[in-house]
Protein backbone atom coordinates (compact mmCIF):
# COMPACT_ATOMS: atom_id res chain seq x y z
CA UNK A 1 0.00 0.00 0.00
CA UNK A 2 2.98 2.35 0.84
CA UNK A 3 4.19 1.65 -2.83
CA UNK A 4 0.70 2.94 -3.76
CA UNK A 5 0.44 5.92 -1.79
CA UNK A 6 4.36 6.81 -3.38
CA UNK A 7 2.59 6.54 -6.46
CA UNK A 8 -0.29 8.61 -5.73
CA UNK A 9 1.65 11.16 -4.59
CA UNK A 10 4.15 11.30 -7.20
CA UNK A 11 6.02 14.78 -8.05
CA UNK A 12 4.95 14.51 -11.58
CA UNK A 13 1.20 14.40 -10.97
CA UNK A 14 1.75 17.63 -8.87
CA UNK A 15 3.89 19.16 -11.27
CA UNK A 16 0.99 18.89 -14.10
CA UNK A 17 -1.59 19.80 -11.25
CA UNK A 18 -3.61 22.62 -13.40
CA UNK A 19 -4.42 24.21 -10.19
CA UNK A 20 -1.11 26.08 -8.91
CA UNK A 21 -0.64 26.85 -12.62
CA UNK A 22 -4.07 28.51 -13.38
CA UNK A 23 -4.76 30.60 -9.84
CA UNK A 24 -4.72 33.68 -11.75
CA UNK A 25 -7.07 32.79 -14.31
CA UNK A 26 -10.33 34.53 -14.48
CA UNK A 27 -13.30 31.96 -13.04
CA UNK A 28 -15.51 30.89 -15.52
CA UNK A 29 -19.08 28.72 -15.63
CA UNK A 30 -17.49 26.91 -18.90
CA UNK A 31 -15.29 24.09 -18.60
CA UNK A 32 -12.23 24.67 -20.22
CA UNK A 33 -9.07 22.93 -21.61
CA UNK A 34 -7.54 23.58 -17.86
CA UNK A 35 -10.55 22.71 -15.54
CA UNK A 36 -11.10 19.59 -17.67
CA UNK A 37 -7.14 18.16 -17.28
CA UNK A 38 -7.66 19.27 -13.62
CA UNK A 39 -10.53 17.16 -13.23
CA UNK A 40 -8.95 14.41 -15.19
CA UNK A 41 -5.68 14.61 -12.91
CA UNK A 42 -7.81 14.94 -9.74
CA UNK A 43 -9.71 11.63 -11.34
CA UNK A 44 -6.66 9.95 -11.56
CA UNK A 45 -5.24 10.47 -7.95
CA UNK A 46 -8.22 9.56 -6.04
CA UNK A 47 -8.99 6.23 -8.25
CA UNK A 48 -9.49 3.16 -6.15
CA UNK A 49 -5.69 1.91 -5.98
CA UNK A 50 -7.18 -1.32 -6.12
CA UNK A 51 -9.03 -0.91 -8.89
CA UNK A 52 -7.78 1.77 -11.11
CA UNK A 53 -9.27 3.20 -13.88
CA UNK A 54 -7.81 1.45 -17.38
CA UNK A 55 -6.05 4.11 -20.05
CA UNK A 56 -8.58 3.42 -22.46
CA UNK A 57 -11.10 5.39 -20.32
CA UNK A 58 -8.91 8.41 -19.91
CA UNK A 59 -8.09 8.01 -23.40
CA UNK A 60 -11.88 8.43 -24.29
CA UNK A 61 -12.35 11.08 -22.20
CA UNK A 62 -9.77 13.28 -23.77
CA UNK A 63 -10.60 12.32 -27.04
CA UNK A 64 -14.60 13.13 -26.05
CA UNK A 65 -13.30 16.52 -24.88
CA UNK A 66 -11.33 17.28 -27.92
CA UNK A 67 -14.27 16.48 -30.20
CA UNK A 68 -16.32 19.27 -28.15
CA UNK A 69 -13.69 21.63 -28.03
CA UNK A 70 -13.36 21.54 -31.63
CA UNK A 71 -16.81 21.92 -32.43
CA UNK A 72 -17.18 24.73 -29.68
CA UNK A 73 -14.17 26.42 -31.78
CA UNK A 74 -15.76 25.83 -35.37
CA UNK A 75 -19.19 27.59 -33.90
CA UNK A 76 -17.11 30.79 -32.47
CA UNK A 77 -15.60 30.61 -36.01
CA UNK A 78 -18.39 30.41 -37.93
CA UNK A 79 -20.31 33.58 -35.42
CA UNK A 80 -16.94 35.61 -36.07
CA UNK A 81 -17.29 35.01 -40.25
CA UNK A 82 -21.35 35.69 -39.80
CA UNK A 83 -20.45 38.63 -38.30
CA UNK A 84 -17.52 39.77 -40.63
CA UNK A 85 -20.02 39.24 -43.60
CA UNK A 86 -22.95 41.23 -42.38
CA UNK A 87 -20.75 44.14 -41.42
CA UNK A 88 -19.01 43.87 -44.91
CA UNK A 89 -22.51 43.95 -46.51
CA UNK A 90 -23.70 46.85 -44.44
CA UNK A 91 -20.99 48.84 -45.35
CA UNK A 92 -21.41 48.02 -48.86
CA UNK A 93 -24.97 48.30 -48.59
CA UNK A 94 -24.54 52.20 -47.18
CA UNK A 95 -22.63 52.97 -50.83
CA UNK A 96 -26.74 53.02 -51.73
CA UNK A 97 -27.65 55.85 -49.42
CA UNK A 98 -28.38 58.68 -51.68
CA UNK A 99 -29.21 56.70 -54.73
CA UNK A 100 -32.67 55.48 -56.17
CA UNK A 101 -34.11 51.92 -56.01
CA UNK A 102 -36.69 50.08 -57.74
CA UNK A 103 -39.15 48.33 -55.19
CA UNK A 104 -42.49 46.83 -55.46
CA UNK A 105 -45.24 49.81 -53.67
CA UNK A 106 -47.95 51.55 -55.57
CA UNK A 107 -46.63 55.11 -53.85
CA UNK A 108 -43.28 56.87 -53.67
CA UNK A 109 -41.73 60.42 -52.89
CA UNK A 110 -41.66 62.93 -55.54
CA UNK A 111 -38.53 64.85 -54.99
CA UNK A 112 -38.15 68.44 -56.81
CA UNK A 113 -36.46 68.15 -60.27
CA UNK A 114 -36.25 63.92 -59.42
CA UNK A 115 -38.11 61.38 -61.60
CA UNK A 116 -40.13 58.74 -60.59
CA UNK A 117 -39.45 55.20 -62.28
CA UNK A 118 -42.58 53.21 -62.40
CA UNK A 119 -41.44 49.49 -63.51
CA UNK A 120 -45.23 47.56 -64.66
CA UNK A 121 -45.54 43.72 -65.86
CA UNK A 122 -47.78 44.03 -68.78
CA UNK A 123 -49.70 40.36 -69.89
CA UNK A 124 -50.51 39.23 -73.02
CA UNK A 125 -54.29 39.72 -72.36
CA UNK A 126 -53.78 43.38 -71.73
CA UNK A 127 -55.32 46.61 -74.14
CA UNK A 128 -55.33 49.83 -73.20
CA UNK A 129 -53.77 50.86 -70.32
CA UNK A 130 -53.90 54.23 -67.95
CA UNK A 131 -51.92 55.21 -65.59
CA UNK A 132 -53.66 57.25 -62.97
CA UNK A 133 -51.71 59.59 -60.16
CA UNK A 134 -53.02 60.62 -56.97
CA UNK A 135 -51.99 62.75 -54.30
CA UNK A 136 -51.53 61.19 -50.27
CA UNK A 137 -54.85 62.44 -49.53
CA UNK A 138 -56.62 60.68 -52.58
CA UNK A 139 -57.40 63.72 -55.50
CA UNK A 140 -56.19 62.63 -58.90
CA UNK A 141 -53.16 64.76 -60.27
CA UNK A 142 -52.46 62.88 -63.76
CA UNK A 143 -54.06 60.61 -65.93
CA UNK A 144 -51.30 58.72 -68.53
CA UNK A 145 -53.25 56.84 -71.25
CA UNK A 146 -50.27 55.10 -72.50
CA UNK A 147 -52.46 52.55 -75.63
CA UNK A 148 -51.95 49.10 -76.15
CA UNK A 149 -48.78 48.33 -74.75
CA UNK A 150 -46.69 44.94 -75.80
CA UNK A 151 -46.44 42.01 -72.96
CA UNK A 152 -43.73 41.93 -70.75
CA UNK A 153 -42.23 44.75 -69.20
CA UNK A 154 -43.38 48.25 -69.26
CA UNK A 155 -41.03 51.09 -67.87
CA UNK A 156 -42.49 54.22 -67.02
CA UNK A 157 -40.26 57.65 -66.12
CA UNK A 158 -42.60 60.88 -64.58
CA UNK A 159 -41.44 64.09 -63.45
CA UNK A 160 -44.24 65.70 -62.75
CA UNK A 161 -45.09 67.63 -65.67
CA UNK A 162 -43.29 64.96 -68.67
CA UNK A 163 -43.55 61.63 -69.01
CA UNK A 164 -42.00 58.40 -71.61
CA UNK A 165 -42.37 54.62 -71.93
CA UNK A 166 -39.65 52.35 -72.84
CA UNK A 167 -37.83 55.70 -73.33
CA UNK A 168 -39.57 57.38 -75.86
CA UNK A 169 -41.38 60.89 -75.21
CA UNK A 170 -45.03 60.84 -74.82
CA UNK A 171 -46.97 63.17 -76.26
CA UNK A 172 -48.52 64.12 -72.93
CA UNK A 173 -48.15 67.18 -70.70
CA UNK A 174 -49.53 67.12 -66.92
CA UNK A 175 -52.86 69.01 -65.87
CA UNK A 176 -51.06 70.71 -63.88
CA UNK A 177 -50.02 73.88 -65.46
CA UNK A 178 -46.68 73.56 -63.86
CA UNK A 179 -46.66 70.18 -63.15
CA UNK A 180 -47.19 68.70 -59.74
CA UNK A 181 -45.23 69.54 -57.10
CA UNK A 182 -42.91 67.52 -54.88
CA UNK A 183 -44.47 65.24 -52.34
CA UNK A 184 -45.91 61.37 -51.53
CA UNK A 185 -47.92 60.24 -54.90
CA UNK A 186 -49.91 56.47 -55.25
CA UNK A 187 -49.52 55.24 -59.09
CA UNK A 188 -52.46 53.25 -59.98
CA UNK A 189 -52.40 51.04 -63.13
CA UNK A 190 -55.20 49.79 -64.95
CA UNK A 191 -55.90 47.69 -68.24
CA UNK A 192 -58.48 45.49 -69.95
CA UNK A 193 -57.51 41.61 -69.33
CA UNK A 194 -60.19 38.62 -70.09
CA UNK A 195 -63.01 41.63 -70.75
CA UNK A 196 -62.39 42.77 -67.08
CA UNK A 197 -61.16 45.91 -65.71
CA UNK A 198 -57.57 44.74 -63.59
CA UNK A 199 -55.27 46.57 -61.94
CA UNK A 200 -51.60 45.80 -62.39
CA UNK A 201 -48.68 45.00 -59.90
CA UNK A 202 -46.34 47.95 -59.83
CA UNK A 203 -42.37 48.58 -58.67
CA UNK A 204 -41.41 52.28 -58.16
CA UNK A 205 -38.13 54.02 -57.65
CA UNK A 206 -37.40 55.86 -54.25
CA UNK A 207 -34.44 57.22 -52.63
CA UNK A 208 -32.35 55.38 -50.07
CA UNK A 209 -32.26 57.65 -46.77
CA UNK A 210 -30.31 55.46 -44.67
CA UNK A 211 -29.24 51.62 -44.30
CA UNK A 212 -30.34 49.71 -40.95
CA UNK A 213 -29.02 46.03 -39.79
CA UNK A 214 -32.30 44.14 -38.50
CA UNK A 215 -32.20 42.07 -35.23
CA UNK A 216 -31.61 39.02 -37.44
CA UNK A 217 -28.53 40.71 -39.64
CA UNK A 218 -30.95 41.31 -42.50
CA UNK A 219 -30.01 44.85 -44.39
CA UNK A 220 -33.02 47.43 -44.50
CA UNK A 221 -33.07 49.89 -46.70
CA UNK A 222 -35.00 53.40 -45.63
CA UNK A 223 -36.92 54.61 -48.19
CA UNK A 224 -38.01 58.54 -49.21
CA UNK A 225 -41.85 58.07 -49.22
CA UNK A 226 -41.90 54.16 -48.55
CA UNK A 227 -39.69 53.41 -45.14
CA UNK A 228 -38.18 50.29 -44.34
CA UNK A 229 -37.92 47.48 -47.14
CA UNK A 230 -35.82 45.12 -46.84
CA UNK A 231 -32.76 44.81 -49.28
CA UNK A 232 -33.86 41.50 -50.87
CA UNK A 233 -37.24 42.96 -52.05
CA UNK A 234 -35.12 46.17 -54.18
CA UNK A 235 -35.72 44.88 -58.18
CA UNK A 236 -33.60 46.86 -59.22
CA UNK A 237 -30.76 49.36 -58.51
CA UNK A 238 -31.19 52.58 -60.59
CA UNK A 239 -28.39 54.63 -61.85
Same mark, same amino acid.
Given at each position: ? $?? *????? !?????SDLSIANKTADEPQSN??? #?????????? #??ENQDPLSPQENTEFIAQLAQFSSVES????????DSFTNNFVANQALQASTLVGRSVTVPTDRTQLETGDVVTASVDVPSSSSDITVNIYTESG???? #?? $?LGVQPPGELVLRWDGQNAEVNGELLDWQ? $??? !?GVEAGL????VMTQANGESTELATALSANVNSVTVG $???????NLAG??? *??????? #?? !??
Open positions: M $SN *VNAIS !NNSLLELG #QSAFLELMIT #QMLDKLNNNFSLVD #QI $SS $SQE !NYRFE $SNGSLVLIGA *VSLTDVK #QF !NE
